[in-house]
C-alpha cells in the first residue's frame, strides 16, 4: 500500500497471528474499563487491525476504535501469548493513516498540537504568555496553569567524578522547571556531572504517536547525534526525567527499523539510555541522611510500570523507601491515569473519568506526599487536584527531602 512498507504490512500480519483471542487482555485495559466496548479493548482491536490488513474495513469505524487506545501497555502484561501490543497499535494507526488519512480539523488540531508541544522554546513562550495573561482566562483554565515557584540554585558539579548527559525535554522546562534542577542536584550529591545534551528537540514521542513517524525519526536521528558527541566527551549514558521520552529513546531501534545502518546506531545508543532510576541506588539515598516519617503515594506512569518493565517502577519505591518514606499503596496502581502524552486533549471524555478514578485511590491512601516520574501524569494529576495537594516528580521529592537534611539552601 503507497505510503505504508511492504515490510512492516508482514510485521503486523505476523504479530495479529500470534493472539489467541483470549480476552484476558481487557481485564486490565482502561479504555475498555470505561466504555464497555469489545472494539475499545486489545482483543477488539487486534480484530479490527487484522481487517484492515486485508483491505475489509471501515474507515470511521477503525479509527474511531485505534484512537480510544491509550497505549498504556497494561494489557501486555496479562497476555499469555506475548503479544507486543504496543508495536501492533504502533503499526495498525500508520496503516490506517496510509490508507483513510484524516479529516481536516483532525489534522489540524494534530498538527498545532504537535508544533506547540514538542518544541521547547514554543511550548515555553506559550506558557509563559499564558501565565501573564492568567487574568484573563476562564477560572477552570487558569487553574490548569503550572504553578509559578522559585528556580531552585544549583549546586556546583567541581567535585564531580562522573558525567551523564541529560535531554531536557521539551513541555517540562515549561511545566516543571524545577525537575531538571532536581536531577542535577541530586546527582552532585551522589558525585555525578549532569551535562546537558546541548540540542533543543523532542525525543520524538509526540510526532511518533501524531500520524508523523517520518518526523520522529528526523529527531531521533538528530539526538543520537548529537549524544554521541557526549559519549566521546565522557558522558556514561543519556538520562531524562521524563518516562515517556526514557522509553520512546530505548525503542529507537523499533523507530528506525528500516534503515539498517541507523538501527545498527540506534541499538548501541538505546543501551546508553537510562531512566535516573538506573544511575541513583537505595545505599546512596539512605547516605544523604533523609530523615522522615512522611507517607508518599507513588503513581508510576505506563511508561515506566509496562513500558520499561515493572522493575523500574519496583526501583522508584526502593529509593523513596530508602529515604524514610513510608509508600502507601494506591488501589489499582497498575491502571493509567489518562494523560498518555495528548490522549487527554484528544479524548477527554475517557481521560477525565480515569484520572477521577486515579485521584479517588490516590485521596484514599491519604499519604503525605503524592509523586509520579512523567510530567505528563505529574501535570494531568496536578489538574485534578488542583490545590489541595502538589504532585512531586519523585526526583524533586528526594531532592526537596536531601535538601532538608543538609539545609544547604534554601528554596
Known amino acids: 500500500m503507497k505510503g505504508f512498507p511492504r515490510e512492516d504490512s508482514r510485521l503486523l500480519t505476523e504479530m495479529v497471528r500470534k493472539c489467541v483471542h483470549c480476552g484476558f487482555c481487557n481485564s486490565t485495559c482502561p479504555s475498555y474499563k470505561v466504555l464497555g466496548n469489545e472494539l475499545d479493548g486489545p482483543r477488539g482491536r487486534i480484530h479490527l487491525i487484522t481487517d484492515l490488513v486485508r483491505g475489509e474495513s471501515n474507515d470511521a469505524i477503525i479509527r474511531t476504535h485505534l484512537d480510544t487506545c491509550l497505549t498504556c501497555r497494561n494489557c501486555v502484561a496479562t497476555c499469555p501469548s506475548g503479544i507486543e501490543y504496543g508495536k501492533i497499535i504502533a503499526l495498525g494507526r500508520e496503516l490506517a493513516h496510509a490508507k483513510f488519512g484524516r479529516p481536516l480539523g483532525d489534522r489540524l488540531k494534530r498538527g498545532v498540537l504537535l508544533r506547540l508541544l514538542s518544541h521547547p522554546s514554543m511550548a515555553g513562550a506559550l506558557l509563559g504568555l499564558a501565565g501573564r495573561m492568567a487574568w484573563l482566562l476562564p477560572r477552570g483554565l487558569r487553574r490548569s496553569l503550572p504553578r509559578r515557584e522559585r528556580l531552585w540554585p544549583l549546586l556546583n558539579a567541581s567535585p564531580c567524578t562522573r558525567k551523564v548527559a541529560c535531554l531536557e525535554g521539551c513541555v517540562q522546562p515549561g511545566l516543571t522547571p524545577n525537575t531538571n534542577r532536581a536531577l542535577h542536584n541530586l546527582l552532585v550529591r551522589l558525585g555525578i556531572e549532569l551535562v546537558p545534551l546541548g540540542l533543543s528537540s523532542c525525543c520524538g514521542a509526540f510526532a511518533h504517536h501524531s500520524d508523523r513517524p517520518d518526523k520522529a525519526r528526523t529527531q531521533a536521528l538528530a539526538i543520537m547525534h548529537t549524544a554521541q558527541r557526549r559519549f566521546t566527551e565522557g558522558c556514561e549514558a543519556l538520562v531524562m526525567t521524563s518516562s515517556a521520552c526514557v522509553l520512546e529513546m530505548r525503542e529507537y531501534p523499533w523507530l528506525l527499523r528500516g534503515d539498517t545502518a541507523a538501527k545498527a546506531q540506534a541499538e548501541d545508543f538505546s543501551r546508553k539510555v537510562m531512566d535516573p532510576s538506573s544511575l541513583i541506588t537505595p545505599e546512596a539515598i539512605t547516605a544523604l541522611g533523609i530523615k522522615t516519617n512522611a507517607s508518599v503515594a507513588f503513581h ?112
Not at 353 to 364: D, S, T
Not at 386 to 400: D, F, N
Open 300 to 411: 508510576p506512569p505506563c511508561t515506566l510500570q509496562h513500558g520499561q518493565g515493572a522493575e523500574r517502577a519496583g526501583a522508584v519505591d526502593e529509593l523513596l523507601q530508602a529515604a524514610g518514606l513510608t509508600l502507601a499503596p494506591i488501589a489499582e496502581r497498575n491502571l493509567c491515569c489518562g494523560s498518555a502524552g495528548v490522549y487527554s486533549i484528544m479524548q477527554p471524555g475517557v481521560a477525565n473519568r480515569l484520572r477521577e478514578e486515579k485521584l479517588a485511590n490516590i485521596i484514599a491512601t491519604r499519604a503525605d506526599f503524592v509523586a509520579t516520574a512523567n510530567v505528563g501524569c505529574q501535570f494531568f494529576l496536578q489538574q485534578g487536584l488542583g490545590e489541595r495537594q502538589r504532585v512531586w516528580h519523585w526526583i524533586e521529592l528526594l531532592e526537596h527531602l536531601a535538601n532538608k537534611a543538609d539545609m544547604r539552601y534554601e528554596h
